[in-house]
């Protein structure tokens, strides 16, 4: 089959690889329709993690079962399922907390937890930036779509990871009706999490970013766009806020958050949340930080470590939440809302390529190019 193969840094390519196939009887194989590239993704691209050459990437993914294994019992052949991008048994102490995204099972280091599709760190699983996906426990981990899935795939596809994740970094900050939230990040999870307030009943929503097609998005839900290269964002905050900052705040960005000038520092939008949230706000963190980051600018990024404000933050009294999203305690919800026409995130797809334009739709996303909001795979497309 093909798939995208990680090369080295900022170098991907489409390649023969094994397919993939049933390897135990709980197992699902699906013919992958769509497979979002994720911000998540970049990290991999770009070196910054130890993902070894030779695997390929995919985590936001969805399709059509063409097999399943002899201990399926509600799966079958012909449905169409959306997999959140963590993979979880089911049955172990986290998972029977809905805590998926930290599978005890999955896992294969005794002394970590968590997995997911073609991730550094997070198990052996191939991705689904490739024509089939064998995905473990596949009554638990498929979410199974309506009829009008393969029409809808644009929407659909996004509960694999990014809308749960952004309505998982809403659910952390608390966001409640009426309330005024800000959210550092414009790209596709920030976007998601400005939705997810929205669909909260957030009364005012801040987004802070510099990309104008990201604000753009942004202000096409009804957020306020706040650009960082213009204006200070925490005082842009206070002045919308009367001055008390606020109710709660979402960090979409992580720990390659870098000024507009392009310095990297990996504190900036964590310190500037507890500047922007009111005292007793919450935070939900669910841009990626890391143990250890070598292609750090700085020593104390290099040990995964922030200069980070506690004294404000302990002053405030504020609460922070943070860590990957566990998908499957959303997806469901999401899917009826997309499904009832309440919800539509396809709005920030800017392309639709087929695999083998992978590398270029890479180098565009990366580098954050104009218009390369949010990029959709489609590997039974024909080349263009």
């Known amino acids: 089959m093909k798939a995208v193969v990680y090369d080295g840094p900022r170098q991907v390519s489409v390649k023969d690889v094994p397919d993939a196939q049933i390897e135990r009887p709980t197992d699902v194989l699906v013919r992958i329709t769509s497979a979002n590239i994720c911000g998540s993704d970049l990290h991999m691209y770009e070196g910054r993690t130890d993902f070894e050459p030779g ?73 689904g930036q490739a024509e089939l996906l064998r995905v473990p426990w596949g009554d638990f981990n498929c979410l199974r779509l309506g009829e009008d899935a393969e029409q809808r795939q644009t929407d659909y596809v ?35 999490a400005a939705l997810s307030a929205t669909i909260r009943g957030a009364g005012k929503v801040m987004v802070v970013d510099r990309h104008p097609d990201r604000l753009k998005l942004a202000e096409s839900i009804g957020a306020i766009a706040i650009d960082d290269s213009k204006v200070d964002p925490v005082q842009a905050v206070l002045d919308e ?43 939900g963190c669910v841009g990626v930080f890391v143990p250890q980051d070598p292609g750090a600018g700085d020593e104390l990024a290099k ?24 998908v499957k305690k959303y997806n469901r919800q999401l899917r009826d809302l997309i499904a009832g026409g309440k919800a539509e995130p396809s709005f920030i797809v800017s392309h639709e390529l087929p695999l083998d334009r992978a590398p270029e739709a890479y180098e565009h996303f990366d580098n954050r190019d104009d218009g390369w909001t949010k990029v959709v795979l489609h590997p039974a497309m024909a080349g263009a």
């Open 55 to 127: 695997r390929w990437f995919g985590h936001e993914n969805m399709g059509q079962v063409v097999e399943v294994g002899e201990g399926v019992d509600k799966v079958r052949v012909g449905d169409w399922v959306v997999l959140p991008f963590n993979i979880a048994c089911g049955h172990c102490k986290n998972c029977e907390r809905q805590l998926t995204n930290y599978c005890l099972t999955a896992q294969p280091e005794p002394n970590m937890a968590g997995a997911a599709y073609g991730f550094a760190d997070m198990g052996p699983y191939g991705g």
């Open 158 to 192: 996004m509960l694999a990871d990014i809308f749960p994740t952004g309505y998982h970094a809403t659910e952390m900050a608390g966001v409640q009706p009426g309330d005024q939230t800000v959210i550092y990040g414009a790209g596709p999870v920030g976007l998601m």
């Open 241 to 283: 806020t009367m001055g008390l900052g606020a109710d709660n705040g979402c960090e979409c960005v992580g720990y390659q958050a870098h000024e507009p000038d392009g310095q990297e520092r990996a504190n900036l939008t964590m310190n500037r949340l507890v500047a922007s949230v009111r005292f007793t706000g919450k935070i």
């Open 303 to 326: 040990q995964g470590k922030l200069a980070f404000d506690y004294g404000m933050f302990w002053f405030k009294g504020q609460h922070i939440g943070s860590g990957q999203a566990p």
